[in-house]
């Protein structure tokens, strides 16, 4: 039996679809803890695939698979969460460089 390494190549392209869908699915399955997210950084692997994959249901079960961790991860440690956290529209307004004025809509 091979593990997810064995089935993507370097660049996190799937090699062997079935077996991919397969782990992502056992994956999903399983209840893992933030430690072992950590340690295995597994949600880097999924994450990785998901961005890759040209299969839309390994890209769609995998994005399912890292927003169940990344919920678990919020929940267990809320000190992290603002890295998972999007930038509103507001925020990325006050981030225009220096000299920039924000557009304007009217002429």
Do not use: C
């Not at 999007?86 to 002429?107: F, H, L, V, W």
């Amino acid at each position: 039996s091979s593990g997810i390494n064995a089935e993507y190549g370097a660049e996190g392209q799937v090699l062997e679809n079935s077996t991919v869908l397969e782990i992502i699915t056992q994956l999903h399955s399983l209840d893992i803890t933030t430690e072992e997210l950590e340690r295995t950084r597994l949600g880097k692997f999924v994450n990785l695939i998901r961005k890759k994959s040209k299969e839309p249901d390994i890209a769609n079960k995998a994005k399912a698979l890292v927003k169940k961790w990344k919920k678990l991860i919020v929940t267990s440690k809320p000190e992290l969460a603002n890295g998972f956290r999007r930038k509103r529209r507001e925020d990325s307004r006050e981030s225009t460089p220096t000299g920039m004025a924000p557009r304007s809509d009217t002429p």
